[in-house]
């Protein structure tokens, strides 16, 4: 086949995209098609995990997934982390770290920050530092993205 | 946009090797796509099909019986990486698919991926090489079993036949008193290939105290994985000590097929397989007691 109709759910939204070209990447999908514009591509090749979002769950980069493969899936992008004006946790933390700066690596970084502690509500530094590993940020230096994880992890961890 | 290409999507093994024999050289069996998507996007390689094998769920997961361990394929290197069976029982092989790439990249790569795209710095197939493993290939004239080390015939390239595809690695956890270990040299903390990578696994008598057998893999230093013989044969036999790693470390060093190697010049290279070999040694032996225990 050279294309295919998709049907996935973007951050809750049921979509349905008709002759998607098998050439076209989830990334391309979720910006032209969907118009979401959070999420970013950077090297295009896996290295700088901009483009991460959340596949059924799991962190990939969006760059070197086809498109058509999302077909039956659930996505989970930078935009369906808050809910209406209210800023999910780890978003409120990067803010109050002051953990961005030109902010191009933070919606990967979020994502793979979620993905992390959805499976591990407690990690240590080491872990985080291991679970955005493959995210590059050339501003911070990561001492304050590790902090705002930290922070996030605090907060996410209270009774709400 | 990707290249110009064409996609199937085969439902099961049979389907996928009968599209591949028909299709020939020009397709490519997609899995992670790790490497394949930037190959393709970099314009190094222009299959004109693309058979998508991710579905395949016969080639996937981990299982053990009695002492034997068969991993899937298409296993990703992150489901073996938090694999009880594989932490527990085959260390060295989640010292090497753990230290691989970034979440995101073990979330997709595959184990099968790592062997078959026959890279020299596959930390995932030095493990496999020392481990001893053996791999089954499905055909279009059905199946065969062979050694890891008989799958490679040169750079970037394997034995596998027009049509045949990767399916399972089977391993051997070993007898009581076995233990290994790898460990890569990098620059960087994460997402870097290894300058040079080490493996090591043993087999002891007398408590862990002498060594009955080796195998050491090299990975990054020659045109594809390799096993250090000479070290194994310093190995073999003798007392277990610091002294008789460090041998093992410089014979290693003397033999390793280090060519033109652009991530570390051969001096270099040299170098680092004499100190990262005793250390990755050294560590399998620690765990020798250790996985023993795990070993019914």
């Not at chain 1, 910006?31 to 090749?45: H, N, Y």
């Not at chain 1, 770290?97 to 499976?119: N, R, S, T």
């Not at chain 2, 060295?92 to 979440?103: C, E, N, P, W």
């Not at chain 2, 765990?287 to 023993?292: A, T």
């Amino acid at each position: 086949m050279k294309e295919k109709s998709v049907t996935l759910r973007i951050n809750g939204e049921a979509h349905v995209f008709n002759h998607v070209s098998v050439r076209k990447t989830l990334v391309q999908l979720i910006r032209d098609d969907a118009g979401l514009m959070g999420t970013k591509e950077g090297c295009g090749e896996g290295d700088c995990g901009t483009c991460t979002v959340l596949l059924n769950g799991q962190p990939v980069n969006s760059c070197l997934v086809l498109a058509t493969e999302a077909d039956g899936k659930e996505v989970l992008t930078v935009e369906g982390l808050s809910r209406e004006w209210e800023l999910h946790p780890l978003q409120q933390a990067f803010v109050e770290e002051g953990a961005v700066q030109c902010g191009f690596c933070i919606p990967g970084m979020l994502l793979a920050a979620k993905a992390l502690i959805d499976e591990n509500p407690t990690p240590t530094e080491a872990e985080i530092r291991a679970a955005i590993a493959g995210n590059l940020c050339r501003c911070t230096g990561y001492v304050r993205i590790v902090q705002a994880i930290q922070s996030a992890v605090v907060s996410m961890s209270r009774p709400r | 946009m990707l290249p110009e290409f064409e996609l199937f999507e085969p439902r099961d093994l049979q389907e996928a090797v009968a599209l591949l024999t028909e299709l020939g050289e020009r397709a490519r069996p997609l899995a992670g796509g790790t490497d394949l998507m930037v190959e393709m996007r970099e314009g190094r390689t222009r299959p004109e099909y693309l058979v998508d094998i991710k579905g395949l769920e016969e080639l996937k997961g981990v299982t053990a019986s009695g002492g034997l361990i068969v991993i899937g394929a298409l296993t990703t290197l992150r489901v073996l990486e938090r694999s009880a069976i594989i932490r527990d029982r085959l260390p060295i092989l989640y010292d090497a698919v753990s230290q691989m790439g970034s979440v995101q990249i073990r979330g997709r790569g595959t184990i099968g991926g790592n062997l078959c795209n026959a890279h020299a710095s596959a930390d995932g197939t030095a493990a496999l090489l020392a481990l001893g493993a053996r791999l089954r290939l499905q055909g279009p004239k059905g199946s065969r079993e062979i050694a890891v080390e008989d799958f490679f015939s040169s750079t970037h390239k394997t034995v596998l036949s027009a049509g045949e595809v990767l399916t399972h690695i089977h391993l051997s956890t070993g007898s009581y008193g076995s233990g290994g270990a790898y460990s890569k040299y990098t620059v960087r903390k994460a997402m870097e290939p290894a300058l040079v990578g080490v493996g090591v696994f043993l087999k002891t008598e007398q408590a862990g105290a002498v060594c009955r057998a080796a195998r050491i893999a090299l990975a990054t230093t020659g045109p594809r994985p390799e096993r250090a013989l000479r070290a194994e044969e310093t190995l073999r036999g003798q007392r277990l000590s610091e002294e008789l790693f460090a041998r093992a470390g410089e014979a290693a060093a003397g033999e390793a097929n280090v060519g033109s190697n652009w991530r570390a010049p051969e001096d270099y290279a040299r170098h680092l397989i004499e100190v990262l070999l005793p250390e990755v040694a050294r560590r399998a032996w620690e765990r020798v007691g250790h996985e023993g225990r795990n070993i019914s």
